[in-house]
């Protein structure tokens, strides 16, 4: 079951006073033996927290966890949907398409996608874009890059290619040849592998459900 941060502070408040309330019997409020219990109770029930939401947290990031998809994502169709009982964008995974003409084993999917982060780390690319709210704010977010409509509708045609992910492969090894907005993403020299790579990778980083984020992402069907 999941629990909203609002929902765990009130039972660890709520906790913290009833706990207290029962081993200070006999004690005002002013009393230093009230506050130090409180300050025991509320300790050992913020660790207990604490360590829960880090198993909790731990499984719910393991690739093929609720939140997290499998490596073998890259082989299907992606999108988004407005989920009313969540209030928010969530995933969806259509059908089996293959990636770039190919259906990846999971070992070759992982392989693939792992290298697609090494390319994106070698090149610091944090430095001017963010991927789950971590890095800068000059460029675009990466969170959902694969999602982006603006693939489809002006870069497979700017480029000629037939599907989505040769219009990113081919953008992202030649940007300076394509018109761009006023802050131009420079030639990073990627080699053919490695934009396959990173392509896979931003396509495997939109079909993890990021709880809304980023907020106002406009839906991809």
């Not at 009130?10 to 019997?25: K, P, Q, W």
């Not at 407005?82 to 770039?100: A, D, L």
């Not at 993403?185 to 980083?205: G, I, R, S, Y």
């Amino acid at each position: 079951m999941d629990y909203s941060w609002i929902q765990i502070a009130v039972a660890a408040v709520f906790l913290s006073v009833v706990i207290t309330l029962v081993l200070s019997r006999g004690y005002g409020w002013l009393s230093p033996t009230f506050w130090r219990n409180a300050a025991v109770v509320s300790s050992l029930i913020m660790l207990f927290i604490l360590m829960w939401l880090t198993f909790d947290t731990t499984e719910k990031v393991r690739p093929g966890a609720s939140q997290v998809p499998t490596w073998t994502v890259i082989n299907h169709e992606i999108g988004l949907t407005w989920n009313e009982e969540k209030r928010r964008q969530v995933p969806v995974i259509g059908e089996q398409t293959g990636f770039f003409g190919k259906v990846y084993s999971p070992e070759e999917a992982f392989a693939l996608v792992n290298k697609g982060k090494m390319t994106l780390q070698s090149r610091n690319c944090m430095e001017c874009h963010q991927i789950l709210g971590n890095g800068a704010y000059y460029a675009p977010d990466l969170t959902r890059a694969w999602l982006d409509p603006w693939w489809e509708e002006r870069v497979m045609p700017m480029v000629g290619a037939k599907t989505h992910e040769e219009a990113m492969k081919v953008w992202l090894m030649n940007p300076e040849k394509y018109p761009q907005g006023q802050r131009r993403m420079p030639n990073l020299h990627f080699t053919d592998e490695e934009a396959t790579a990173l392509v896979a990778f931003l396509k495997w980083m939109s079909a993890i459900d990021t709880n809304g984020f980023p907020p106002r992402f406009g839906v991809a069907q």
